[in-house]
């Protein structure tokens, strides 16, 4: 490598360049440090997530030449990279990351570093599964035609026993939830096994099944070591269970992959925790837009995307945008985001969920629509009487939007949707 500036601007940073439609694009917002040029932030982006590093070297080969990403477009602070796909291995999310999102994070030369969105080119979708069921199969396996789905995390997240958690989720179940999910730190501790409350809250499950004739979904979380994941997750579909979670941060893509490739007949919801450790800086890590893409890459059914009025921070611009992304086989370039055509990788499904209650159900309606599973922990298991009124309110409340009535008009006939939002108000829209 000719190690001039003039030799790396040369080669990484490429203003005429027209990505071709095997290249992956990267959308990086990079700060250079004190004295560094963009135009030399750009190129070390570039050279050191592909084929560079600080110095020329002995062992630089003609033919590596064409595998080096080249920074094409530079726009105030918005860096277009793009990357032949002969860089990756097929079917290989690790190796992406260990590229695009691996060492240019800790750089000198850049002050701050954000990765800010990803385009694959379909010979790379190609090579992954994908949602196995995405929003069209949920739909028929839950036989819910068009509302939202309504879900609910039992609550304490950790500390019930068995037998009180199945209780717990018959109670959300009967009360009017679709989907009852494990919260995202339980998994096999000493209070509560794994293989105990699999058993008692799939009883639970066929139970409320029969008495409302309405599917219910348990959502276990299988998130562990993985060849303990990939047992717990085939106990899961030998005792009749349709659903598994994974926190995908924590448990890592490899992971997600593993538990997608074994192919089970059930859906996988993936939960996010520890993503804002690296999503939340404006300046610093990579939004959230690559983590849903990597997760519908791999596979994940139902993804949390925030809320934009919950606990946890989002706008709900953003959220709308994540949306977009996930379910949508084709998403247009804006300012901060690239287009993307999914081709042959199905829908995920948006799941909103963070310090939700009922009174939150005509927002969150207006701007995410019908496809989108609106979950609710302490806003059903802290109503005041409880987790089986909890859930109906939560039901009346996506009733009262489809019914086209105000909620606060619907709480006045529906008693339980009035003490809800009695107790933590309701949001104009
Ligand atoms: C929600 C939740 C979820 C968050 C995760 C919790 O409970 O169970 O884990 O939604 O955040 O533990 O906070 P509440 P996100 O409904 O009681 O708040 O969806 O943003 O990834
Ligand atoms: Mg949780």
Redesign the pocket.
Known sequence: MNRTKEGIYKRFVTPNYKPTSNDLICLFRIEPAKGVSMKEAAANTALESSVGTWTKLETDRKYVEKLGAKAFSIKGNMVKIAYPSELFEGGNIPNVLSSIAGNIFGMKVAKNIRLEDISFPKKMLKTYKGPKYGVEGLRKMMKIKERPFVGT?V?P?LGLKTKHHALVAYDAWAGGCDLVKD??NLSSQNFNKFEGRLAKTLEMADRAESETGEKKAYLINVTAETMTMLKRAQLVQDMGGKYVMIDIVTAGFAAVQTLRNANFKMAIHG???M?AAFTRSPKHGMDMMVLADFARLAGIDTL????GI???E?KIEEIEALQEEIEQKVVYETKHHLAQNWANINSSMA??????HPGHVPFLMKHLGHDVVL?????IHGHPKGTFEGAMAARQAVNSVINGVPIEEYAIFHPQLKKAIDLWGYAKV
């Not at 949390?304 to 809320?307: D, E, F, Q």
């Not at 799941?351 to 939700?356: E, N, R």
């Not at 979950?375 to 806003?379: A, D, T």
């Open positions: 995390i609550k997240k919260d995202e939960h996010r925790a993503h949390h995307i925030g809320t919950g606990k946890l989002g799941v909103s969920s963070g310090g939700l979950q609710f922990g302490g806003g």
